[in-house]
Structures are given as C-alpha cells and as structure tokens.
C-alpha cells in the first residue's frame, strides 16, 4: 500500500477541491445552454444537484482531511455527464 506524505496528500485534497467547485459554473452553464437549445429534460436536475453537492464534499474533504471524500467529490463532479447521457439514450 503505497504512502503518502503531507504534502502529496496536500495536494491531491487541494485538486479535488479546485475541481469540484470549478465544475459547479460550467455545469450550470451547460444545463442552461442545453434548456435553452434542446427543452427541458428531468435529466439536467443532475446538473443543478450534483456538482454543488460535489463541491461542498470537496470543501469539506479538505477542511478535514479525508481523502476518501475527496474522491467522493471527483466522482460526483464527473458524475453528471455519465448520467445525463445516459437518461438521454433512455428516452
């Protein structure tokens, strides 16, 4: 199991943060492009509920340290475009 020494750890907590608050702006400007191009869809609730959920967990992943809801905060700040295509290919 390999290690991990402050600074790595540091680091990884600070990207995860940056990333799932940066995701927030870009998914709201996409799911107002796409309402206002395509109609809305129920499927773009998960780009109004997902990426702020991910960027308080990556707030919060950094404050404590917790490296596992770090990649929580990763997962669901890439999780919209999966689900999103997804619902889409559905209907």
């Known amino acids: 199991m390999p290690t991990f020494s402050g600074d790595t750890m540091e680091l990884f907590l600070s990207r995860a943060r940056i990333l799932a608050i940066g995701t927030v702006p870009a998914y709201l400007m996409l799911a ?3 309402t206002k191009e395509e109609g809305w869809h129920w499927s773009f609730l998960a780009l109004f509920v997902l990426p702020p959920v991910a960027a308080v967990l990556g707030f919060v992943a950094k404050r404590d340290i917790r490296p596992g809801l770090g990649i929580a905060a990763l ?6 475009f999966p689900v999103v295509g997804g619902v889409e290919t559905l209907l």
Do not use: N
């Open 75 to 80: 997962v669901l700040a890439i999780a919209p």
């Open 32 to 34: 107002f492009f796409l």
